[in-house]
Structure formats: structure tokens, C-alpha cells
């Protein structure tokens, strides 16, 4: 386990579960072809010695508040809640873990104990989905947090790194753009790639 007083940059993968990339009613394979560049940028994490991987997997209880809003999905000890297999190796003791019940990472057990037991960290980096939904309400969240503590610490999200759904009702390139938008005036980088 890397000892957290040195990290200075910690990658942040969020919800790339099958639920949302492989099956199930709210998934879009799509979404796949973010895989590559995670893998990349998540390889070059594990082998810094000043970064750490943090790793969300959307997971939710029977009855959860959400599927109000939602289909039911992601149901906990289902494979919709796992990890997609291309990233099933990077669930090491190195890598931090959260399961999250809700759209926002901040909220997530164990979540911000794991940012303040972080002093040094200089870099977040996002990547994952879905783009205008779960990046989006970590994101600037994450933004606020830093803010009110005034740490300054930069987010980054690589737009090659995350993606969102396609349906009648949700159009896959006006909610990035949607949302790209939204996250660069919270004051977070949005760069190409990396």
C-alpha cells in the first residue's frame, strides 16, 4: 500500500461497472471505447510512486431512494455492480475501493476521509461515466470541497477519458457538451487527452 503522505496525484475511475457499460437498463457499450486510454492512464498511475488510483463502483441496495428517478440497476453482489473485465486487475490492495448508492462520489463511505488523508495531493484526475451525471457530480463537488478547505489542488478531466449514454431522450453529445461546459466554468480543466 502506498503511503498516502506522499501522494501528489490520484486518478479517480468512476462507475465503467457493467451495469453501465455491458447490460442491463441503463447501460450503452458505447461507452467501451473509453477503455483504452483508462487502461493507459491507469498503468501509469499504478507504476508512479506519487499517485494512487481511487476506484467507484455504482452499487445499490434493494429499494434505493434513486430508482425513483431511474431503472433499477446496479444492484449490489449483481454482476451489473462489478467491474468491466478490462479493469478487473487494477482491484488491487494498491488501488482505494468505494461503492456508491447515489449519482455523487462525494457521499460515498469512506470517500473524504480518503481526500483528507491525502496532504500532499497537488492532481485529481477523473475519467469514467457517466459524463454529465456521476463525473459531473463529483467533479464540482470535489471543486467546492477544495475551495472551502482551501487546498489547492487541481481537477482534471481528459474528454477522451469519459463518455455518457445515447437514448431518445438523452443525446450522448449535447449532455457532454452540456456538461464539459458546466465543469470548465466550475473552474476544472477539460483537456483532449493525456
Do not use: W
Not at 476521509?113 to 477523473?126: A, D, G, K, R, T
Not at 431518445?168 to 465543469?183: C, G, I, S, V, W
Request: hydrophobic share 40%.
Amino acid at each position: 500500500m502506498k503511503i498516502f503522505s506522499n501522494v501528489k496525484r490520484l486518478l479517480i475511475n468512476v462507475d465503467m461497472v457493467n451495469g453501465f457499460v455491458n447490460e442491463g437498463p441503463m447501460h450503452d457499450s458505447y461507452i467501451n471505447h473509453i477503455v483504452p486510454m483508462q487502461i493507459r492512464l491507469m498503468e501509469a498511475y499504478e507504476s508512479d510512486e506519487e499517485g494512487v488510483i481511487a476506484i467507484v463502483k455504482d452499487t445499490h441496495r434493494e429499494g434505493c431512494r434513486e430508482f425513483n428517478r431511474y431503472p433499477v440497476h446496479c444492484l449490489e453482489n449483481t454482476y451489473e455492480s462489478e467491474l468491466i473485465d478490462d479493469l478487473k486487475r487494477f482491484e488491487t490492495m494498491d488501488a482505494c475501493i468505494f461503492r456508491k448508492n447515489s449519482t455523487s462520489t462525494i457521499y460515498a463511505k469512506g470517500f473524504l476521509e480518503m481526500i483528507e488523508n491525502l496532504p500532499s495531493l497537488e492532481e485529481v484526475v477523473i475519467v469514467g461515466c457517466c459524463t454529465d451525471i456521476c463525473i459531473l457530480n463529483l467533479a464540482i463537488p470535489l471543486q467546492n470541497y477544495f475551495d472551502e478547505m482551501n487546498r489547492n489542488v487541481t481537477i482534471t478531466i481528459p474528454k477522451n477519458g469519459v463518455e455518457t449514454y445515447d437514448s431518445p431522450t438523452h443525446k450522448r453529445y449535447e449532455y457532454n457538451d452540456m456538461a464539459f461546459k458546466m465543469l470548465s466554468q466550475a473552474g476544472i480543466n477539460i483537456v483532449e487527452v493525456m
